[in-house]
């Protein structure tokens, strides 16, 4: 019964409570509310099997916390006499010892703490996981919609040659030049070559995307209701001054930072003395004399031991390496922030470009082409230009209507890149 007694007690110390841990909200949820590709990011996030492994792990983590600071598990030791040792209360037979480490005050805290730093790294590296799955899925999606809209175009041209077609073989029947019509064929090959490598494109980029959004097999169309995005009103200090506070690999380096700090404290302890408590109970058999006191008692003892913590410089080097490798996280942290802000910077550039041309296109080339166009058309009409004039007219307009889209799918790709470097922050 004493042996129960205080093994129970043993074991009671060795539990750790753990702390409650508050769940919280993925750092993507606000980027999904936009409306024009808000159900693909949906769809991805809950389906990738990335993300979801990700978010295992950062749920392993959180589970870590749970047992970091709990005592070392009591030891169990049984001894048998191979030759009974013959004592004035009998024979003694077997030995039984259990014991429990106690590490120096302030150890177990420490481990916890490493555990939540390492939990916290977790978590925001399953949130960098997230944003760059975001940036993914939008950077297709707006590539696909271009290159909808460029197949379009060449397919609203190719319908233009058709007719054109019909008309030069009408004038090449009364006597026109040939060279028209063979000019006319040659472009609508060139036309029908440029389409299957613009399908081809779009069936690479859908491809990529079905595997973002986690599907096995594509899965209806990609198109976009879209337009160009809005001039942008913000300024790139805004979102500079948003990357240091919530950027996701920032945020995975300040936690690990915040792990080898506690893992110095924790080095440091390291030369402090670990001590033990615990019982030693010796079974001990009757002697055949029943007048001797105590006769078969068992013994026991409670007993007390201490580490020596001897080995000094394997200690201070524990130390020492715990404290470069926060030099080295400090760095990269440096490092880090440098590249995120150039990158900033060059995404904010590439936007305010895009912007630039989509102005451009939208209020002076595109209206210039299409003047132009009807010109030429006109005076192909009335035999003052030639066939080759309407497709060159043709193809200058679809090269500037294409280049529009491609820009307006620049700034989109743009906007969203700024908002997965800056933690998911969406500016106007």
Known sequence: MQIKIITLTLLGFASAVAQ???????????????????????????NNPRIRAFESRYQAGRA???HSNALPNPRVQI???????????????QTIQLQQPFPPPGVLNQKRSIAQASSEALWHAYAHQQFQLIDAIAETLFEIAFLEKAISLNQEN?????????????????????????????EKKRLEDTIARLERRKAES???????????????????????????QSSIDDWLQALPQRNAQLAILSALERSREARLRLAKQAGRPEFNVGINYIRTGSRSDPDIVDNGKDPWALFIGVSLPIWRNANNALARESALESDAIQSEIQSLTLELIADARAQFAKLEDSQKRIQRYDTYLLPLARQSLELTEANYRTSKSSILDIIESERTIIQLETDYWRAAADAWIARWKLATLSGGLWLN
């Not at 409650?20 to 809950?46: K, M, W």
């Not at 859908?206 to 942008?232: F, I, V």
């Open 20 to 46: 409650p841990y508050s769940d919280r909200v993925d750092p993507a949820t606000l980027l999904l509310s936009n409306g024009l590709i808000g159900p693909y990011l949906t769809e991805g996030l809950q």
């Open 64 to 66: 870590a916390i749970e």
């Open 79 to 93: 001894g048998q006499f191979i030759e009974s040792v013959q004592t004035r209360t009998g024979p003694q037979r």
């Open 158 to 186: 190719a319908r233009l040659l058709l007719q054109l077609e019909s008309l030069t073989e009408e004038r090449v029947a009364s006597g026109g030049e040939l060279n028209d019509l063979v000019r006319l064929q040659i």
């Open 206 to 232: 859908a491809a990529h995307l079905t595997a973002a959004l986690g599907r096995s097999l594509p899965n209806g169309d990609h198109s976009l209701a879209w337009q160009p995005p809005e001039p942008l």
